[in-house]
């Protein structure tokens, strides 16, 4: 069953913490991965293949430099899936 | 009349790595030196990559120069003559000379004269597919000594404005001698390509190009982002079978002896990996940079030279990149 993008989000902060180990609370929607939340390329690379493995989606690789906000990641998945 | 029987190589049963020997280039460049023309800094370059300062060669410190180098101490620690060497494998993407081979001369040079020499061009996996011939040329008794050399001049392809790969890199030459066996030394290789992705890591344009003027100096370049998924994640997998077919698993590694690409690539991967806290993991790259060919034997190298690990012990190495490419085996310490 798809999950909600409640649900999407809360997965995906246990990725960018277990990753970065930023507050899963400091990952909200409206936060930039690069510019609020301070994670390079490589990271969102880890987080990307991480998050493919847990919410059973594919992300291309060049979709990935258009994943700027938490809100463009969830919605990315919630769609995919 | 009957047809006579014909005469094939004998086989012998087992083979193994004789020794090692290492040059690396003789200038020590930091990310302060190189941080400029790519707009960077010493700490993003550090955080990015590990790199503290990376290796190169000055103008007269050629790739030759260093391959008879780490040849030679290989040799010397093998303890055996040159002349015994049965066929010299190069492994290279920066030798100048689209033909003759860089083996042939490297050979001439080091008093491996006639043995066959030829390059091999896998970049950051060809020292393991140099390993993995060596191991089938000495088994089926066409050799009985094997020299396999990766080495590199990389600072001779790069750009110092590109921000994808020329500051990664440096320069130098690994060498290993292979030799027969009373017991195993070199597992099953599991290696491969994947010509899918032939434009993620290369050269700006070719030598047509170049010719052409519609082009200028050919240099390195990646699209990062693609070649460190593809070094983490199927790189995980290609560890783990070349695990399984040694008959061996993580617990049993004293090191693990990653191509040095990048710390982040290595650290992942052995994350993924899940290696063991006893495994001594290679980090050759923080002090010499990515030499594509030359870093698995440099890694080994240095851990062997600083007591890291001991001589018997099993070493998993794995090279990867251009091509793509990738090989990997599990070998006993020499």
């Keep these: ?81 | 009349m009957s047809q006579p029987i014909l005469n094939q190589y004998t086989p012998v049963k087992f083979s193994r790595i004789y020794s090692l020997g290492a040059a690396r280039g003789d200038l020590t460049v930091t990310n302060d030196d190189i941080a400029g023309p790519i707009d960077s800094s010493d700490e993003w370059i550090r955080q990015r990559t590990g790199i503290i300062t990376r290796k190169r060669a000055s103008e007269n410190l050629s790739l030759m120069d260093m391959a008879v180098s780490a040849s030679q101490q290989a040799i010397k620690n093998a303890g055996i003559d040159a002349s015994e060497i049965g066929a010299v494998l190069f492994s290279t993407i920066t030798h100048p000379h689209q033909t003759p081979s860089a083996a042939a001369l490297l050979a001439d040079k080091i008093g491996a004269n006639p043995a066959p020499a030829f390059d091999i061009s896998a970049a950051c996996a060809g020292y393991c597919y140099g390993i993995a011939q060596a191991d089938a040329l000495v088994r089926s008794g066409m050799a009985k000594y094997v020299l396999v050399v990766g080495g590199e001049k990389l600072s001779d392809f790069i750009d110092p404005t590109d921000r994808t790969i020329s500051f990664l890199l440096g320069d130098g030459a690994g060498a290993a001698i292979v030799g027969p066996s009373d017991s195993p030394g070199i597992s099953p290789t599991v290696w491969g390509s994947d010509g899918s992705h032939w434009d993620a890591v290369g050269m700006t344009a070719s030598l047509l190009e170049l010719r052409d003027g519609t082009a200028t100096w050919p240099t390195l370049r990646q699209e990062g982002l693609t070649v460190f998924k593809w070094a983490v994640w199927e790189m995980v997998k290609v560890a783990k079978k070349a695990l399984e077919v040694a008959g061996i698993t993580a617990d049993d590694l004293s090191a693990l002896v990653t191509h040095q690409a990048n710390i982040r690539i290595i650290d992942e991967l052995a994350k993924q990996l899940a290696v063991p806290e006893h495994v001594v993991i290679a980090r050759d790259i923080v002090y010499t940079g990515n030499t594509s060919a030359a870093s698995v034997p440099l890694a080994m190298h240095a851990l062997l030279e600083s007591g890291e690990v001991k001589s018997g012990g099993l070493a998993l190495e794995i090279g990867f990149g251009a091509g793509l490419a990738f090989g990997a085996q599990v070998v006993v310490l020499p």
């Design chain 1, 1 to 81: 069953m798809a999950l909600s993008k409640t649900e999407v989000l809360a997965g995906l902060a246990e990725i960018v913490n277990d990753e970065t180990g930023i507050a899963t609370e400091a990952v909200q929607l409206d936060k930039s991965f690069t510019d609020d939340l301070d994670i390079d390329s490589i990271s969102m690379m880890t987080i990307v293949v991480n998050a493919e493995d847990k919410f059973g989606v594919k992300i291309p690789d060049e979709e990935v430099k258009n994943l700027i906000t938490v809100d463009d990641a969830v919605s990315f998945i919630t769609n995919a899936q």
